[in-house]
């Protein structure tokens, strides 16, 4: 069995005692990360499960997509060029996938999410539609690389930056490195320099802001990086990842703040008893569902 050392430090904004405390050792179900899965969607209508079998595959005039190592790829059919042929992947709850796309750019989808694009790269802009969350690492091209979102369009030459963009969510534009230029639907604009993230709230208003952009990406590394957050939104993020349903019993508790990092390959089970650590929760396992109470 492997060892896993998971590193999470709960602060609360006051002291807590350092007391030892034996808990009571109950038999629970164990929940456990989510893995490679998606659903690829082909021009020609197929629909293709991806998991952690490799594959190989046709595609249209000739291309071939292959998924090996846990990464979805392409490479070109016929000398002419395929046009307005588009393949979309879409990653269910509990799951991630990392795609190559024709040009070289690199994405890696998080749980929940949809990627519209291309199978070849044509005409004068590189653009993808995005729901959900993926991190981008463009491969750099006279062509601009234009990312579509509910929301707006980020827009870049060659750069790495995350995207959360889930609906009914504010969304966050995060850039890691290079320079990306997010215009929103209100024709809004604001130009990103590494560390900055773009948000557009709900009411469809556009900020600009500093943070540390590990907090916004982290994932992407296998890393979840908690600052200043509330249990609700921990939870909310962790609900997409592990499949699971959290009920709060006290409403209450979903102000409690938290920072941490926690291990994303991990079982929740352990988030779940660092919580119980601090004496403020108490938690039931049932089936997929937490029950989170005082």
């Not at 904004?13 to 893995?35: A, M, N």
């Not at 921990?234 to 209450?252: A, K």
Request: with cysteine; aromatic share 10%; hydrophobic share 40%.
């Amino acid at each position: 069995a492997a060892i896993l050392i998971l590193v999470f430090v709960l602060i609360r904004p006051w002291e807590y005692h350092d007391e030892v405390q034996e808990l009571v050792e109950v038999t629970q179900h164990i929940i456990p990360p989510g893995s490679n899965a998606a659903i690829l969607k082909l021009a020609d209508g197929r629909m293709i499960e991806i998991g952690e079998q490799p594959l190989e595959l046709k595609n249209v005039q000739g291309s071939v997509v292959k998924y090996e190592n846990g990464r979805l790829s392409y490479s070109s059919g016929e000398e002419c060029a395929i046009k307005d042929v588009y393949n979309e992947l879409v990653v269910p709850i509990g799951g991630e996938c990392h795609v190559l796309l024709d040009d070289g750019t690199e994405v890696w989808l998080n749980a929940d999410s949809k990627l519209k694009y291309p199978i070849a790269f044509s005409g004068e802009s590189r653009e993808v539609i995005l729901s959900g969350e993926a991190y981008f690492d463009v491969k750099k091209d006279t062509r601009p690389f234009v990312v579509s979102l509910e929301s707006g369009d980020v827009t870049v030459l060659g750069t790495s930056f995350g995207v959360s963009a889930y609906p009914g969510y504010p969304n966050y534009t995060t850039l890691v490195r290079g320079s990306v230029r997010f215009t929103s639907l209100r024709q809004e604009q604001v130009v990103l320099t590494p560390g900055e993230q773009a948000v557009v709230n709900i009411s469809g208003t556009l900020e600009k802001r500093n943070v540390d952009v590990e907090e916004f990406v982290g994932w992407k590394d296998g890393v979840f990086i908690f600052k200043d957050k509330t249990l609700a939104e921990i939870m909310q993020i962790l609900e997409r990842w592990y499949g699971v349903n959290v009920i709060f019993q006290d409403e209450r508790l979903k102000e409690l703040e938290y920072t941490g990092s926690l291990e994303r390959y991990d079982s929740i089970n352990t988030f779940l008893q660092l919580l119980e650590k601090l004496k403020e929760i108490r938690y039931e396992i049932k089936k997929n569902t937490i029950v989170l109470f005082k």
